[in-house]
């Protein structure tokens, strides 16, 4: 399963490598949908700052369902599914690798809409390691669902507006709990942080142990 | 595993009923092939050629009918024939974006093969320098199949379904067709093709299937002198 996790996270990055389709789509769409909601806030500095966590993590949710179309649409074309099926490829290991090169597609993202945040909108980082644990918990989250969604709406003719529509509304704890521990991440103290980051590793280690018990199945019934 | 059999035939189905999206493709398919040879199927376009082959690759859901593909009951393969079978179908079942070698160094680390063998295959279909690292999208027609064939033959599955192989191709490609699977029967292989081309298929093939209306309505021998020959 690991075997087969890791050729498809190295293609699947390959791949993205070779097309740049996140860095030429999806990341200038996750700084625009900052900007734009920078200006729908106004100019004022301190409405800014404490709406930045949010404004990030939105920008993240929204991105993660293009990546992961992207993702699985790669998958779907040209009878690629079908090829690696009948090869008898690990369909938990495909799920595994797929989460994973999302993960690092989204992680590009946050990083670059945490830096906007920083230099735009006056956010402070005073617990790096706040935002970085809690960061990776909740990509892997996203990731995770996305793929298991991605799939799942990979056969339906709608699944460009399907598939925002199953993910966005089951990310909202993510959301909620990204977004708690980064306003947290900008002080030097705030309570309930250990809860909020283990909503976050409970629906990581959720998503990824349905995604690698149901994945194959998925497959087989699209 | 799953309901499996044991039979010199390498695939022997009576009667199949196959529903795609609950339309009957197959109407009551009699279909057999030894281990080891080539069998031809024809008919024309919407006869059940391609529901046939995805049926024996285990694609298609069988409301009834009996027999065995490789030993796994054709009614409920479930997972037996995976790794078993290889499907050519009109897609070549590469990734547009990567180059053919790409694609073939994939498929070696998923098939746990040795990475050598894939530039090997690669110089056996001609898709040797540039064409082996251009991207399957810049590639022509033809040469997208020949990626698509190197696919298999680096699989080397146990029963080859090809499903019109020799279309797009030129004269040397039919001929590299032909011998693949001359090769692979050769070994043991099994294999079964589609065709719209009587005379090619009968050439190179064991037996000769004729379908029609989800039907095979006639079979008869082919040319080729392989050990199935009468």
Not at chain 1, 68 to 76: A, D, F, L, M, T
Not at chain 1, 115 to 131: Q, T
Not at chain 1, 202 to 211: E, K, L, N, P, Q
Not at chain 2, 2 to 8: F, K, N, Q
């Amino acid at each position: 399963m690991l075997r087969d996790a890791w050729a498809v996270f190295a293609k699947d990055l390959r791949i993205e490598a070779k097309t740049r389709v996140g860095l030429w789509q999806v990341l200038p769409f996750a700084v625009i949908a900052l900007v734009t909601f920078a200006f729908a806030l106004g100019p004022g500095k301190s409405a800014l700052s404490a709406a930045a966590a949010g404004m990030c993590w939105v920008g993240v949710a929204f991105s993660s369902v293009l990546v992961v179309g992207r993702s699985q649409g790669i998958e779907r074309e040209h009878g690629v599914r079908t090829a690696q099926r009948l090869a008898g490829i690990d369909p938990a290991g495909v799920f595994l690798g797929k989460t994973g090169a999302v993960a690092v597609q989204l992680a590009v993202i946050e990083v670059v809409l945490g830096a906007g945040a920083v230099g735009l909108l006056g956010y402070h980082v005073h617990r790096l390691w706040l935002l970085l644990v809690a960061s990776v918990l909740a990509t892997i989250g996203l990731a995770a669902v996305g793929t298991i969604y991605g799939a799942l709406t990979g056969a339906a003719r709608a699944r460009e507006t399907l598939l925002p529509m199953l993910v966005l509304p089951i990310v909202i704890p993510v959301l909620i709990a990204g977004v708690r521990c980064w306003q947290a991440a900008s002080v030097s103290s705030a309570p309930r942080v250990g809860e909020w980051l283990s909503v976050l590793g409970a629906f990581a280690v959720i998503y990824i142990a349905a995604g690698v018990v149901l994945y194959g199945q998925i497959e087989e019934v699209q | 595993m799953p309901g499996r059999l044991e039979s010199v035939e390498a695939v022997d189905v009576v009667q199949v009923v196959a529903l795609d999206g609950g339309f009957p493709v197959l109407a009551g398919v009699d279909f057999s092939a030894p281990r080891g040879s080539i069998t031809a199927v024809l008919g024309s376009n919407g006869a059940g050629k391609t529901s046939l082959l995805r049926t024996l690759a285990g694609l298609t859901s069988v409301a009834s009918g009996t027999g065995q593909v490789l030993g796994v009951s054709v009614a409920r393969p479930e997972r037996g024939l995976v790794g078993r079978v290889g499907l050519l179908g009109h897609d070549t079942g590469c990734y547009e974006d990567l180059s053919p070698a790409a694609n073939l160094r994939f498929l070696s680390r998923i098939l746990r093969a040795d990475p050598r063998r894939a530039d090997a295959v690669l110089a056996r279909v001609g898709l040797t320098g540039r064409l082996g690292t251009t991207t399957m999208a810049e590639l022509s027609a033809g040469q997208r199949r020949r990626a698509a064939l190197a696919q298999l033959i680096l699989r080397a599955p146990e029963l080859w379904l090809l499903d019109e192989p020799h279309a797009s191709l030129d004269g040397d490609g039919r001929a590299l067709v032909d011998s693949v699977m001359e090769e692979a029967a050769g070994q043991g292989m099994t294999v079964v093709f589609t065709s719209h081309d009587p005379g090619g298929a009968a050439r190179v093939a064991d037996q000769v299937c004729t379908m029609a209306g989800g039907v095979v309505t006639e079979r008869r021998d082919g040319e080729r002198r392989g050990p199935h020959a009468a």
